[in-house]
């Protein structure tokens, strides 16, 4: 009886263990197919980035963080992917420490350090040390790390000259210098046998005179003399917010512009890096990066992802909206495909997609269809459909659907083709989003008869129709 009992318990136990395994066996499923997924994900960014140049500039504060172990552990892999490195590093809370140490004080005027000789003592020391460290992390071998065993080759040396800042505004900065130029060839000659280099904020001069420089103007100047493709600025904040508080992903340089204008208060380290960002952008640079040196592996997040961690600034937006080629037919499937199983949308099959794709205006994001739109005139009755609107899930309630519509009403009353007088649609999920942007209900009778005849009565579609003049666009029903 006993032996039963214990047979009895054992099976008990097996069937109430089972479901756990089954658990796991199925948590561990996901997780690796999220592993794959993203990998998939990063993959053409890791062949996009190989050969590029990057200036990465991240402040005192972050060499003196928990953090910067994981961060010099990112550097070396972007190095082993092939990515060609300049780092810049600042030194302030070093600086301010030398000070204490010695007694000293040191005056900070417009953002900038004035520069005696003993605070010059101060600055020598505080970088040199800070060099070495960084120097000394990056030739370890990264024991313990992801990137173990990899040789990692840095260079650093004299390849900045610098100028006397002079007496600005009355206040004589003694010490203190600008950039005049970066060594071009011998950093181009490093980065193409594989090293990366360190830049310090501290310059010298052809008489042999030693500068105290801000690392933001040794970034820039060096992203600009050397062409490289982004500059990435590691700060304290999560990026540049609104007045809502909510990250900016992207920015032009005018919109950065008008940020700095306004009357928002913002913090000291996003103006000065804000202000990098937009001169090189200026310069050259097509992409400038403000990202968060608080959060792990924030750098990678930025690089290997489609919409980043921080806000990016380029002269280009980073959204294309342009008319449709053959090539995005694969994208635009991915993207109408779920609506046309769910019957939001009239199925099309491939072919009937490459016949019209002359008819299709698409949003590219990076190398990705993110949006897409048909238009089909009906020149003879001045009338033209505007059909198959759909904006990517992860994009949504993001005003692209509005972008999108915009620039195609936009394209209709700048064309020089003035017989399209009317723009029209049929709706069964998205009636309420389309009136609200000007669009009227109409009736069946209103549209092309080609049109009548092809409308299917088990949808039961709505119509709406709205003019193309531009007097009487959105603007009058929004200012109700």
């Not at 100028?163 to 060594?183: A, C, F, M, S, W």
């Not at 505007?386 to 659907?401: C, D, F, M, T």
Request: some cysteine.
């Amino acid at each position: 009886m006993d032996r039963d009992k214990k047979e009895s318990s054992k099976k008990i136990a097996t069937k109430k263990s089972s479901p756990k395994k089954g658990k796991t066996a199925a948590a561990s499923k996901n997780s690796n197919k999220e592993f794959v997924s993203q990998f998939r994900g990063a993959a053409p960014y890791i062949h996009a980035h190989r050969g590029r140049t990057f200036v990465i500039t991240f402040s005192g504060e972050m060499v003196e963080s928990s953090n910067f172990h994981e961060l010099i552990h990112d550097i070396a892999l972007l190095n082993s992917l092939g990515v060609r490195l300049i780092l810049i590093h600042g030194a302030r809370p070093q600086i301010e420490t030398r000070l204490k140490e010695f007694n000293l004080d040191s005056q900070i005027v417009n953002g900038l350090r004035v520069t005696d000789d003993d605070t010059l003592l101060c600055v020598k020391e505080a970088i040199g040390t800070i060099r070495l460290e960084i120097e000394g992390f990056l030739s370890s071998c990264l024991p313990n790390s992801p990137m173990a065993g990899a040789e990692i080759r840095v260079a650093s040396g004299n390849f900045v000259t610098a100028k006397p800042l002079g007496v600005r505004n009355g206040v004589d900065y003694q010490h203190t210098g600008e950039v005049r130029r970066i060594e071009i060839a011998a950093v181009e000659n490093l980065l193409d046998s594989g090293f990366i280099v360190l830049l310090s904020p501290i310059g010298t001069s052809p008489t042999g005179e030693i500068f105290n420089l801000s690392s933001e103007d040794v970034a820039t100047s060096a992203a600009i003399q050397l062409n490289v493709d982004k500059m990435i600025s590691l700060i304290d904040k999560s990026g540049v917010v609104d007045g809502r508080k909510k990250l900016i992903r992207q920015l032009t340089p005018d919109a950065g512009d008008k940020i700095l204008k306004s009357r928002r208060k913002l913090p000291e380290q996003i103006v000065r890096h804000l202000i990098s960002a937009i001169h090189a952008c200026r310069e050259g640079v097509p992409r400038s990066h403000i990202i968060s040196s608080r959060e792990s592996g924030s750098l990678l997040q930025e690089l290997f992802t489609r919409d980043g961690i921080g806000t990016m600034v380029s002269s280009d937006s980073y959204d294309e909206i342009r008319s449709a080629e053959i090539e995005d037919i694969g994208g635009i499937i991915s993207l109408i495909q779920p609506l046309e199983e769910s019957g939001i949308l009239v199925p099309r099959s491939r072919e009937q997609l490459e016949i019209e794709i002359n008819h299709f205006i698409v949003m590219e994001r990076d190398g990705m269809i993110i949006g897409v739109v048909a238009l089909y005139p009906y020149p003879e009755q001045g009338l033209a459909e505007i059909a198959a609107l759909v904006i990517h899930p992860n994009y949504q309630n993001s005003g692209r659907g509005e972008e999108l519509l915009e620039f195609l009403e936009n394209q209709l009353q700048n064309s020089t083709d003035i017989s399209i007088k009317k723009l029209f649609l049929l709706s069964t999920h998205t009636s309420h989003w389309f009136q609200e942007r000007g669009y009227i209900p109409a009736k069946l009778a209103d549209l092309p008869l080609k049109r009548q005849s092809l409308y299917n009565f088990k949808r039961n579609s709505k119509v709406f129709i709205k003019d193309t003049d531009e007097k009487n666009s959105t603007n009058k029903i929004d200012s109700k």
